[in-house]
Structures are given as structure tokens and as C-alpha cells.
């Protein structure tokens, strides 16, 4: 099955088109023959070069004259600003501009979408999705949040008729969606330049359950406090079929035992009164959450439960999720994407689960001024799990920093604790700070959402000299 462009897509500009979600977008509409063009702060990235492979013109940083006259469309996400010079043409042409929540729900139209969202774990349950409906043959589509293994593997036209999608919550963007199937993971408060409060986040996701087609299923955690409150404002609507699971007693879909194996974990389920027991290589309790999340969002479409659970074992983990990027001199180096409390301690304790005596050194780069300021505190109390950590400063991304707020709040709620760490304020000095710490034995964590992944070498290489 190949559905065709999208009207107005046959020309699309992407500014930003080095970003997670847009490079998977501009991906899937050259696969679909489209003619696409971009830009992108980094012109000479991986990500850029993956997509020129693909037939994409990917120019380096912003300016006007990038943008084609011939475009037919300009695609944005929320991180661009007003005063792009780029989006200034376009006005000044009267090309249209097209959120990328619009662009992936066009993409998505006559096929059979599967939607994941929630506060945390969306990539990797979307990628998880992604990996086992491929070994099963069917050929999905899919839009994630993350690459897979190399640059590029975010995203992917497949010839089959369903569509996995990372659907999210921090813009609202997840109200364009329409899916057959919708997860929700977890539901918390984060995003606080976009959500006042909590009530907020649930009315937004009641509006995301809102879009599921008629006929359509939820599939919500069971044990979750947030993910439950939304299962309980969305139940007995009409046309809405809601499938919980968890480890609970009254879980639809009952996770009944989780048995650490070092690196991997075996999960036992009972779904319609059968029990399941399958393979989900990576570490800790969240991932098999995420892994049975994922299994009873097939068993929605028609997916023989055995054939999905066995296929499940065949995903390895994706990029920045608890990644393993190497050893050196008798010292493993983790890379995790965590950047919110709640993901912080579940990287954390699924790593200090796997890791036994070894000691856990943690490299944390705060994202966000407004996440900081927020949930600072918890972030330091999180690093107490660690047996060592080192604080960056805070990561801007596409925020104005807000006065007073530095990663010192962050440490002062660690220390607060009896944590051992330490600030940091030159990243170039990290691999050396961190080579006079480790050990043999030990487990360096780079953590964030932001470029503290890109010390993961450079650690690397210090403990190898």
C-alpha cells in the first residue's frame, strides 16, 4: 500500500529539518516521492546527511533564500520562532505554513494509526511497536521521536496499512491525530511554559482520547495515577473501547511477574486468561511497562498476541534510551535520555538493578530553564540514586534563560540529600573530570536531553588514554 503526497506537499520546506520529529517527516515524503528541502542550524549533522541520502536538500543555518519560491508548503514545529527569516519569506510569497502535527497527521490519513503518548516513555514504546511489527512483516510506518540505531532510522514509509506514531503532549500538537489505537503511558506534569497546572495536562489528553476514531481503543496504564484519572474521565464513552494494563490487580492485560536477567528483562502477561512470557532486551521495570503497553496495542489491531510477544524480543533499545556506547579501561558509558525526575529515578534504579556492586557515575545536563525551575528539587533528589554525579549547566533549547535559575538549585537539593556531586560549568573539561573519577567496574551515565550525549566519545577516549 502506498498512499500518495498530501495536497500542498509535493514541495515542502522544513525549517528546524534536523529535528527528531521533522527529519522523520521530511523523511517519509521524499520516500513517498516528494520533492523536500530544508534547513537546519547543523547543515553538516548526521541527521542532515542521512536525509540528503534520501534526496532531501538539508541547507546549514537560516536565511531567506533558502526557502524555494517554487515551495508549496513551509512545515514548522513550536520550537521555531516568529522572527525566522525563513518564515518571513514565506509570508512575504503567501507559501503556507503547516505545523508539523498537521504534516504527520496527513501522513497518516487511510492507514491504521497507532498513537503513543504520555509524559514519558513515548519513544521508546513507539520504537518498540516500530521494530516487532516489522519482524512480523508488516511492513509499518512510523514517526519517531528517536533514531533506532543509525541516523535516520527515526522514521520510515513502509508498504503496509499501519502507521506508529510518537504522539506529543508538550505543544498540544497530539490533538491533530485521529488513531485506530491510542496509548497512554503516563500522564504528569511537565511542559510549563505550555501547562499551568495538572488539570491542564489531563484536559489535554482527554481531547487527544477525543480523536480516536469511532471503534477505536485506548490503552492505558492501570497503576499510573495520571494515565488512571484519564481512564476514569473517558469511561463509558461511546464508540471507545479502554484496555488497561499493569501489574494490579484488574488490569486488562496483567503483568504477573518482571525478572531482571542483567541487561534484560523477562516478562510474564495474562491477557484473555492466557499467560505470555517474553523477552524485552532492555533493563528495568518502565521498559517491560512500555514492552506490554506496546503488546496490547497490537492485540487491538488484530495482532495474534504470541506472534507480537515473541517479535517484542527482537527490539535492542533505541538511541539515547539507557544506550551503551562503550568501554574503556574496565569502565562501561551509558547514555540516557532522562531529563524529567520521574524518567531520572527509572534509568536510574534500572541500572542500579543490573549493575551490582559496580558504582554508578552520572554526567547531568538539566534541560530547560522553566522544567528547572519546576522540578529542580526532585531532579537533585533523583541523583541521589547515583553514587557520584556531575551537574552541567542548564541546557536552553528554544528558552530565554529566567533569572535565578541555574543548575545550583538542582545541586543544592542533591547535596541536601548526602549526594556526592559536584558542578561543572565547561563541558569540555567532563572526560577529564570524569576519568579521575572512575573505576574499574564503574558505569558513567550521560543524562539529558540536551548535547550531553556528544561526551559519550569523548569520555570514551580519555579512559582509553
Excluded: W
Aim: proline share 4%; with cysteine; aromatic share 4%.
Amino acid at each position: 500500500m502506498k498512499p500518495g503526497l498530501p495536497t500542498a506537499m509535493e514541495r515542502p520546506h522544513f525549517i528546524g529539518i534536523g529535528g527528531a520529529g521533522m527529519s522523520g517527516i521530511a523523511k517519509i515524503l521524499a520516500q513517498r516521492g516528494g520533492k523536500v528541502a530544508g534547513s537546519d542550524a547543523r547543515g553538516d549533522s548526521d541527521t542532515a546527511e542521512a536525509l540528503r541520502a534520501h534526496g532531501v536538500t538539508v541547507h546549514g543555518g537560516h536565511a531567506a533564500d533558502h526557502l524555494a519560491a517554487d515551495s508549496t508548503c513551509v512545515v514548522v514545529s513550536s520550537a521555531i520562532r516568529a522572527d525566522n527569516p525563513e518564515l518571513a519569506r514565506a509570508a512575504e510569497l503567501g507559501i503556507p505554513v503547516v505545523h508539523r502535527s498537521d504534516a504527520l497527521a496527513a501522513l497518516m490519513a487511510g492507514l491504521r494509526p497507532i498513537a503513543v503518548a504520555g509524559t514519558h516513555g513515548k519513544t521508546t514504546t513507539t520504537s518498540m511497536l516500530a521494530v516487532s511489527l516489522a519482524a512480523l512483516g508488516l511492513d509499518p510506518s512510523y514517526a519517531i521521536g528517536g533514531d533506532l540505531d543509525a541516523p535516520g532510522s527515526n522514521a520510515h514509509h513502509g508498504e503496509g496499512d499501519i502507521f506508529v506514531a510518537e504522539a506529543d503532549e508538550s505543544d498540544r500538537s497530539f490533538h491533530t491525530y485521529a488513531p485506530q489505537v491510542a496509548i497512554i503511558l503516563n500522564a504528569e506534569l511537565d511542559h510549563h511554559a505550555n501547562y499551568a497546572s495538572i488539570e491542564e495536562i489531563y484536559e489535554s489528553f482527554e481531547t487527544f482520547v477525543g480523536k480516536i476514531v469511532p471503534g477505536g481503543t485506548l490503552v492505558v496504564a492501570h497503576g499510573q495515577e495520571g494515565a488512571a484519572e484519564i481512564a476514569r474521565r473517558v469511561a463509558g464513552r461511546e464508540g471507545l473501547t479502554v484496555v488497561t494494563y499493569g501489574e494490579e490487580e484488574g488490569a486488562d492485560v496483567r503483568i504477573t511477574k518482571i525478572t531482571p536477567r542483567g541487561l534484560t528483562s523477562e516478562v510474564t502477561v495474562v491477557l484473555d486468561g492466557r499467560m505470555l512470557t517474553f523477552t524485552v532486551s532492555v533493563p528495568g521495570r518502565h521498559y517491560a511497562h512500555n514492552a506490554v503497553a506496546a503488546l496490547a496495542a497490537g492485540v487491538a489491531l488484530g495482532i495474534p498476541a504470541h506472534n507480537l510477544a515473541s517479535a517484542l524480543g527482537k527490539y535492542t533499545g533505541v538511541k539515547r534510551r539507557l544506550q551503551l556506547k562503550g568501554e574503556a579501561a574496565g569502565v562501561q558509558v551509558i547514555d540516557s535520555y532522562a531529563h524529567h525526575p520521574t524518567e531520572m529515578n527509572a534509568d536510574l534504579e534500572a541500572i542500579r538493578g543490573a549493575a551490582g556492586d559496580s558504582r554508578i557515575l552520572v554526567v547531568f545536563q538539566p534541560h530547560l530553564f522553566s522544567r528547572t525551575q519546576e522540578l529542580g528539587k526532585e531532579m537533585g533528589q533523583a541523583l541521589a540514586l547515583a553514587d557520584a554525579s556531575v551537574v552541567l549547566d542548564i541546557y536552553p533549547a528554544r528558552e530565554d534563560p529566567i533569572p535565578g535559575v541555574t543548575s545550583e538549585i538542582i545541586i543544592a537539593a542533591a547535596r541536601a540529600t548526602g549526594a556526592d556531586v559536584a558542578a561543572e560549568h565547561d563541558k569540555s573539561a567532563v572526560a577529564d573530570v570524569v576519568a579521575g573519577m572512575a573505576k574499574p567496574g564503574d558505569l558513567v551515565l550521560t543524562m539529558g536531553a540536551g548535547d550531553v550525549t556528544d561526551l559519550g566519545p569523548a569520555i570514551l577516549a580519555r579512559l582509553s588514554s
